[in-house]
């Protein structure tokens, strides 16, 4: 044992070593290895990860230069900076599997939106982003700019309008460390969110153009455009928490770009790890194996896969512990 290594990493050595806390150990030290011979790494964010405070571990590994690139929904971008600015405003309910449809109807009715046992409170978090990222929208949209969502983000964050509001140490916030770093992120489905719910609300009343936000083709030829720069050498790696969209998205653009712009020397993903709570079912994106994505030409036969099934807000951020040598 690496007498390098801090206490989190020390009990983990010693105690995770049969069945899913195996395949948690093996695809963290795979993912350290990819790191250590010079490869690069995706996170994709499902879920309500950055509602789960994601960020106190994930920032630090942006910080570190542990992920070279971010694929998440348009939730998990947004929620980071509520919890940011609205984290006292926050109702947690920890019986929440003993709640009533009235109880539900009661917590509506008081403007907390319910995330499993997280209510996120509405005025003092949309609301909050809202005043402030329209102005932002308007302010591009007068000067004929168009930005992808993250972008648009990134801008609000660095202006420091939201200092005034800060309920969380900044250094747990990752879309901060993000926007710091000027991290790539893409942001597949961003409309599938309340920001993206409230930017179409404009684009209804005709106080914003929809093209002043770029979309998911955008999205997608830039992605294929950083990944035939970056996929040299020992490659890009796919760390994937959850499933859906963050995923399917950006796992796409290796048989996109071998298939459909015939560029048949492009590099399968080079490492491939899956945290999913989804069991192996019938059709499921987020249930299937790994093995599945080499018949869709984004895994190769020799490249390293884990699945660790269990729940994300445990595990990830001890395999991060354990990248960062915590």
């Known amino acids: ?58 920032a630090e590994m942006i910080r570190q230069d542990k992920v070279a690139i971010i694929s998440c ?24 599997r003993d709640l009533s449809p009235q109880d539900e109807w009661d917590l509506l009715e008081n403007h907390y939106n319910r995330v499993t046992d997280t209510c996120i409170p509405e005025e003092e978090a949309f609301r909050r982003l809202q005043k402030h990222i329209q102005k932002i929208w308007m302010d591009a949209e007068a000067a004929g700019e168009r930005y992808f969502p993250h972008e648009f983000m990134y801008k609000m964050l660095l202006s420091g309008d939201l200092e005034q509001y800060y309920e969380i140490d900044p250094k747990n916030s990752w879309m901060l460390a993000a926007a710091e770093k000027n991290l790539p992120i893409v942001v597949p489905g961003w409309e599938d969110s309340t920001m993206g719910n409230i930017f179409a609300s404009y684009v209804m009343k005709k106080e914003l153009t929809a093209t002043t936000v770029k979309g ?24 994937q928490i959850g499933g859906g969209i963050a995923g399917d998205f950006p796992i796409c653009v290796v048989p996109m770009l071998y298939q459909d712009m015939e560029m048949e020397n492009i590099p399968f993903w080079s490492y491939f790890c899956q945290i999913s ?33 269990s729940d994300a807000t445990i595990v990830a951020p001890l395999m991060f512990a354990w990248i960062l040598k915590q």
Not at 3 to 22: D, K, V, W
Not at 74 to 95: C, F, Q, T, W
Not at 222 to 232: C, F, M, Q, R, T
Request: hydrophobic share 40%; net charge negative.
């Open 73 to 96: 929904t348009g939730a998990n971008l947004e929620e980071d900076i509520m919890n940011l600015v609205a984290h006292s405003h926050y109702k947690r309910v920890p019986h929440y």
């Open 277 to 309: 709570d989804s069991t192996t079912s019938y059709g499921s994106y987020s249930g299937a194996v790994p093995n599945e994505k080499i018949t869709w030409g984004k895994l190769d036969i020799h490249t390293p896969k884990f699945i660790v099934e």
């Open 1 to 58: 044992m690496s007498n390098t290594r801090g206490p989190i990493s020390q009990f983990m050595e010693r105690n995770y070593l049969h069945f899913n806390a195996a395949a948690m150990m093996d695809a963290a030290k795979g993912y350290e290895t990819h790191l250590d011979e010079g490869g690069k790494m995706m996170i994709t964010l499902a879920g309500a990860m950055s509602t789960a405070e994601l960020g106190i571990s994930l």
């Open 216 to 239: 998911g083709i955008e999205y997608m030829g830039w992605l294929a455009d950083w990944y035939i720069a970056n996929s040299g050498g020992k490659g890009i790696g796919f760390f």
